[in-house]
């Protein structure tokens, strides 16, 4: 799917993306949930993390439309307050980093509007964390660490370093691209992931990749490519 949207994908693609999100992200809502808890979509057979399933490709869209209309903070923010609803602190905070990234590489003389922005995206995360979360934490979602520590101290090491190189790379390989957006992008796909990988060490949240389930990896993978789109199209993906 990454390969096929690095060669395809273009501003339909983007904009399909920056729809949809919000809209995968509400859907869980009106699934029966767990104990009050609404972060899945059941796509046939598979049970997927909506949030890390759809986030990557959602904040590459967004800060490659970003420049052309301002409709894409709308979308943002309804795909924020639905984290909110399911609730889900850690992706709640990943997508406000992601938002906050984006709102700042807008021009100086927005700097009412980008501060705006950050300062309701903060807001909503701060909300989706005090939210309660009665779910039990699963050992091998987000305590593998735990367990590949106590496994193999050399394998938590290297699953950590995995996860830096996982987190940093977006941002690295954008850095030296010519075109603001997709820098921008990139830099917002590593904020997301930074949080993603980090979340875990600070409360019960799911470790992306190390852990069990498909979700971050298909996430990860669909964003990177969207990325990649971006980067051959330059300024314009057509």
């Not at 690095?6 to 949930?33: C, E, N, W």
């Not at 009665?134 to 735990?146: C, K, R, S």
């Not at 010519?178 to 917002?188: H, I, L, Q, S």
């Not at 051959?232 to 057509?238: H, K, N, V």
Request: aromatic share 6%; net charge positive; glycine share 10%.
């Amino acid at each position: 799917m990454a390969a096929g949207l690095a060669r395809s994908a273009g501003a339909k693609t983007l904009l399909a993306f920056a729809v949809l999100t919000p809209i995968g992200l509400a859907a869980p809502m009106l699934a029966h949930g767990q104990q009050g808890v609404h972060r899945w979509l059941d796509i046939g057979a598979l049970h997927m993390n909506a949030a890390m399933l759809l986030l990557p490709a959602g904040v590459v869209a967004l800060a490659a439309l970003i420049q052309r209309a301002p409709w894409p903070w709308i979308a943002a923010q309804l795909g924020l307050g639905a984290l909110v609803l399911q609730p889900d602190g850690s992706q709640a905070v990943a997508f406000a980093a992601a938002l906050c990234i984006v709102a700042f590489s807008m021009p100086e003389r927005l700097r009412p509007v980008r501060l705006g922005i950050a300062f309701s995206a903060a807001l909503l995360a701060a909300i989706a964390l005090t939210r309660p979360d009665p779910l039990a934490p699963v050992p091998e979602v987000e305590g593998v660490l735990g367990l590949a520590a106590r496994l193999s101290p050399s394998l938590a090491a290297v699953a950590l370093l995995g996860l830096a190189a996982f987190a940093a790379t977006p941002a690295w390989v954008a850095h030296r691209l010519p075109a603001k957006e997709v820098r921008t992008a990139g830099y917002a796909l590593s904020g997301l992931f930074v949080i993603w990988s980090m979340a875990p060490a600070v409360g019960a949240f799911p470790v992306p990749l190390v852990g069990m389930g498909p979700s971050p990896i298909l996430g990860a993978w669909l964003g990177v490519g969207l990325l990649a789109a971006a980067a051959r199209a330059g300024s314009s993906p057509t």
